[in-house]
């Protein structure tokens, strides 16, 4: 079955430093590919989105390269704040069967300290 | 703005009880869902309905039950509330006829079993 694997945390940074949250998936057919953003307290956002190979999602500086060749969706930005600090989780949605329901990583804790 | 609401942010409930989580969103979404979110494990799925009283057993449904007798409204159902059933509870709705099929999310439910 679909499954994805992300990067375990927790990960902390200081301010204005390059992040890379890793995430790998299995999956049949062509899926397209999130991350959501989940701030303290609050449910999930979606930050970006690809939908076919070398698409490249991007959003607040957020950005990540749906790479096939390499079943990987790796999560960048090149000046992290403080108020990135959240828990992000890497998902896919199937290209075929049960196609509209989400496989979600386990999530990675971002702690980014002024 | 787009909106999913869960109808309570913070329960507490006993061994044994029943309980009811609501969930409404005002996008007119064909897909609902009920996610579990527990630290290390990540999102899973319990329930997903596609259409009014239709309904399809996610990856976790022992325990669960759902009711989607109206397109807005989606329901879980705790039938004999259990310790190993306190988690957060996530809603979330789709539409089915976008190609992406991104979910957009409620804040959650926060429940205690004692």
């Known amino acids: 079955g679909d499954s994805v694997t992300q990067m375990e945390g927790p990960v902390t940074l200081s301010e204005e430093a390059f992040l890379t949250i890793n995430c790998t998936y299995t999956a049949t057919g062509y899926p397209s590919l999130f991350w959501y953003v989940q701030y303290p307290g609050e449910g999930l956002q979606l930050l970006l989105k690809?939908?076919?190979?070398?698409d490249k999602g991007s959003n607040k500086g957020f950005e990540a390269t749906y790479r096939k060749e390499t079943t990987s969706f790796h999560l960048e930005k090149g000046s992290v704040q403080v108020s990135d600090s959240a828990v992000y989780f890497c998902a896919l949605r199937s290209s075929g069967g049960s196609n509209y329901k989400l496989t979600f990583g386990k999530g990675t804790l971002l702690t980014v300290n002024p | 703005d787009v909106k999913v609401t869960q109808s309570s942010r913070y329960l507490v409930k006993r061994t044994g009880e029943k309980v009811f989580l609501e969930c409404v969103q005002d996008?007119?979404?064909?897909?609902m869902f009920w996610y579990r979110q527990d630290p290390g494990l990540g999102l899973r799925l319990i329930y997903f309905s596609y259409d009014v009283k239709m309904k399809e057993k996610g990856d976790i449904p022992e325990g669960y039950s759902v009711s989607r007798e109206k397109k807005e409204r989606f329901s879980l159902i705790l039938e004999s509330a259990s310790t190993n059933q306190t988690s957060m509870y996530l809603c979330?709705?789709?539409?089915?006829?976008?190609?992406?099929?991104?979910?957009?999310f409620g804040e959650g439910s926060r429940l205690t079993v004692l």
């Open positions: 996008m007119d979404h064909e897909n």
């Open positions: 979330a709705s789709s539409n089915k006829w976008q190609n992406t099929g991104e979910l957009f």
């Open positions: 690809a939908t076919k190979a070398d």
